[in-house]
């Protein structure tokens, strides 16, 4: 049962343009979702989050849309670097549930081309 | 700030045979650390969560005899995979939270270790 999924395994952006990583949810309990980026034989380096109090939050280049509704966020980066490519991971928890717990989509990688 | 390391970074073993990877905090108190496990291509599952000082608690399906986690320090936690079989063979993650703050969920990932079991 896969409750954050990540249904773009890829995605190719040109420099300078806009990259959109989408990740849709289905358990409702979900109220704080997190966006992960991964570099090869690296671990996974926290991004930018959001509370289900917010549909939006933004942090220099990047800014993550949710709609609650939808069960659906997404991250945005703008304007999009070679340096950004990566595997970005979303990730959701739920207040209620044990401290911390976080349960990942698939990633999606993002290729950025000079 | 926040550094999280794993060692070893690979290893292979035999079938049959156990493996320990450590987990440490360098650079502050971890009082909570997670372990996940990423087959290719999937996401990151959490296999288990500890706390310093008491059993770590497992998700569902996860065989707590033979996964062992323990997290005798604020720095150091440590899986061992016994009598380690093929389908063991995956990437282990951990993480680190310094935060006593239940609402607080950042945590600092490790770079991984890779088991190969042949």
């Known amino acids: 049962d896969q409750q954050v999924k990540q249904n773009s395994p890829s995605l190719s952006v040109q420099e300078g343009r806009i990259s959109i990583l989408n990740c849709d949810y289905t358990n409702s309990m979900f109220d704080y979702f997190l966006w992960y980026k991964k570099y090869p034989a690296e671990g996974p380096t926290f991004l930018i989050s959001i509370s289900s109090i917010k549909d939006k939050n933004e942090d220099g280049r990047f800014t993550v849309f949710l709609n609650k509704s939808a069960k659906h966020l997404s991250l945005h980066i703008v304007p999009s670097q070679p340096g950004d490519s990566a595997v970005y991971f979303c990730?959701?928890?739920?207040?209620?549930?044990?401290?911390?717990?976080?349960?990942f989509g698939q990633g999606t990688i993002l290729t950025v081309h000079p | 700030g926040a550094v999280v390391s794993q060692h070893p970074s690979w290893v292979i073993c035999k079938s049959g045979t156990s493996v320990k990877i450590e987990c440490r905090s360098l650079d502050f108190q971890a009082t909570t650390m997670f372990w996940y496990r990423q087959f290719p291509k999937q996401s990151l599952m959490l296999m288990a969560t500890s706390n310093e000082g008491s059993k770590a608690t497992y998700e569902q399906g996860v065989e707590k005899d033979k996964f062992l986690i323990n997290h005798a320090s604020l720095t150091l936690s440590t899986l061992t995979v016994t009598s380690a079989h093929p389908e063991d063979s995956s990437f282990y993650i951990c993480?680190?939270?310094?935060?006593?703050?239940?609402?607080?969920?950042?945590?600092?990932f490790g770079p991984g270790t890779r088991l190969t079991v042949t």
């Open positions: 993480s680190a939270s310094e935060d006593f703050d239940p609402l607080s969920y950042e945590q600092y």
């Open positions: 990730a959701a928890s739920a207040s209620g549930t044990s401290y911390g717990k976080l349960t």
